[in-house]
Nanobody, 123 residues
Framework: QVQLAESGGGLVQAGGSLRLSCAASGRTFSSYAMGWFRQAPGKEREFVAA????????YYAGFVKGRFTISRDNAKNTVYLQMSSLKPEDTAVYYC????????????????WGQGTQVTVSS
């Protein structure tokens, strides 16, 4: 089992930046892929980005590509989501997730989730 804890959310103006962190504990961090998802009020949880166990491969939702960057530091057991050029529609609770059993893109394939961190982008 993997325990996850997100941090770094907050209130930012449109066009600003935030960096989210997700600290993992439990199983060996470098043995599994990681993902970021988000959920806005009244909407389903959606895929944002994912990164392979080594960090050599990254994947992004179309709506964030070029603005967000996912990375990981296996020595620190931490995955990051650097977000820039934020828009009001990026407002959501952001969750990190670990060790998908199949495709990185589907929330249902992740069994380990953090508690989420709120990101609010004001216009």
């Amino acid at each position: 089992q993997v325990q996850l804890a997100e941090s770094g959310g907050g209130l930012v103006q449109a066009g600003g930046s935030l960096r989210l962190s997700c600290a993992a504990s439990g199983r060996t961090f470098s043995s599994y892929a990681m993902g970021w998802f988000r959920q806005a009020p009244g909407k389903e949880r959606e895929f944002v980005a994912a990164i392979s166990w080594s960090g050599s491969s990254t994947y992004y939702a179309g709506f964030v590509k070029g603005r967000f960057t996912i990375s990981r530091d296996n020595a620190k057991n931490t995955v990051y989501l650097q977000m820039s050029s934020l828009k009001p529609e990026d407002t959501a609770v952001y969750y990190c997730a670990a060790d998908p059993t199949g495709s990185y893109y589907y929330a249902t394939l992740y069994n380990n989730w953090g508690q989420g961190t709120q990101v609010t982008v004001s216009s």
